[in-house]
């Protein structure tokens, strides 16, 4: 039996793809361990978003090697597609393996145990010209409360500013059959929230040789017994059309949280970005998730000194906050990532410009979060209990509210649903109660 441990960088996609890997090493018979201990093994699923993301998967490739220096390490997602070579040069990287062929994990460990090789063992393959989904399941979630499902591989999108297409490849979709019988196990297990994610869900099933989409998938999901939420990831504007809203209100267990990614309120810099929208059709989307759902939590995605955006297409994206009176705002100055369009286009706004921009969008945004959060004082709620910290027992409601809830005597389980009555805002946080009576 090995020691192994594992460190997650990036996103939902990630977590999930680390989940499916540390099944197959349970179900190897081997340890799981926290990454700050001493294991035998060390996985990296790394991220390759932004230069910083870089730094940081170096970081904690380093760590690894500072914890064990005799230990085997492994290197492996988005980082590693884009820079094999330079991962593989890295002091302690022993496998680099790209954004495929994470299924044979366990082949690859011990062909390099067999061979001990002078130089690290590269696995990493043109991911452009794969065609076909990676069968990754979980039977057992390890890192977290909800579920969280992969459903499609890569994105054709191709953003100008985005490298994750070339890390990722072309849209490949998961079999519907093959997510609804993951999910139905993960439900039978005592799992309540499903949390569906990929590189761009919304493309789900465009690869497919019949018209299954992804409000078909949703569907299938919403009538598994057991499952109680379905809390989608990221979304296109462009999806919320009406035929799409009207069949996904009527499924009572998705979640009214909608993570519509928008990225700039300017249509000047919408067609720079090769955003495949305007601003106007943004606000269409939303309204036709308000007119559906009673105070929805409409959450998105803002890059602020993208090059050549000018102070009034910044002015653009001020108003089209206010227009649209965001639930929570995640607000990113442009980081230009070698190897995609953005970063070689003239007009590259200063630090700091991007600086000021950022600041004054986050306090717009923030203002709008607490006015959201004041709306539901007083109102009872459903919260899925996911942890018990500093004296409270804290949680999420179906639109996302983070929840901390003060009755410390009565034992929860993580994992179930309790409804509270939030009663105040303390220290920017939800407070609420579970009343017996």
Known sequence: MKRVAFATLGCKTNQYETDALMDIFHKNGDLIVDFDEIADIYIINTCTVTQVSDKKSRQIIRRAKKNNPGALTVV????????????????????????????????????????????????????GKVTQFESLTVSKVYTHTRAFIKIQ????????????????????????????????????????????????????????NDDTSLI??????????????????????????????DRLSALEKVCD???????????????????K???????????????R??????TTDIIVGFPGETEDDFEQSLAIVDTVSFSELHVFPFSPRKGTP??????????????????????????MTKAYQQSFIGQKKAVLIEEFKDGFWIGHTT??????????????????????TIEVIADGKLMAVVKTS
């Open 76 to 127: 492996m997602g988005c980082y590693a597609q884009i820079s094999p070579d330079e991962v593989a040069a890295l002091e302690g990287v022993d496998i680099v393996i790209g954004t495929n062929n994470r299924h044979s994990i366990l082949q690859h460990i011990d062909a390099y145990a067999a061979e001990r090789p002078s130089e690290p063992i590269v696995i990493v393959e043109d991911i």
């Open 153 to 208: 591989e890569g994105c054709n999108q191709f953003c100008s500013y985005c490298i994750i297409p070339y890390a990722r490849g072309r849209v490949r979709s998961r079999l519907l059959s093959a997510v609804v019988e993951e999910v139905t196990k993960l439900a039978a297990s005592g799992y309540v929230e499903f949390v569906l994610t990929g590189i761009h869900i919304g493309s789900y099933g465009i690869d497919f």
């Open 216 to 245: 078909d998938l949703i569907e299938a999901l919403n009538s598994i017994e057991g499952v109680k939420r379905i809390r989608l990831g990221s979304l296109e504007p462009r999806l919320m059309d009406d035929a799409f809203v």
């Open 257 to 275: 949280h909608f993570h519509l990614s928008l990225q700039s309120g300017s249509n000047n810099v919408l067609k720079k970005m090769n955003r």
């Open 277 to 291: 929208y305007t601003r106007e059709d943004f606000i269409e989307s939303v309204a036709r998730i308000k007119k």
């Open 293 to 298: 759902y009673d105070a929805p939590a409409i």
């Open 342 to 367: 953005a970063a070689k286009m003239q007009a590259q706004c200063s630090g700091d410009l991007k600086k000021e921009r950022s600041e004054k969008l986050i306090a717009k945004g923030l203002q």
């Open 399 to 420: 639109n996302y509210l983070k929840i901390f809830i003060k009755d410390t005597d009565q034992a929860f389980r993580s994992g179930s649903i309790v409804n509270a």
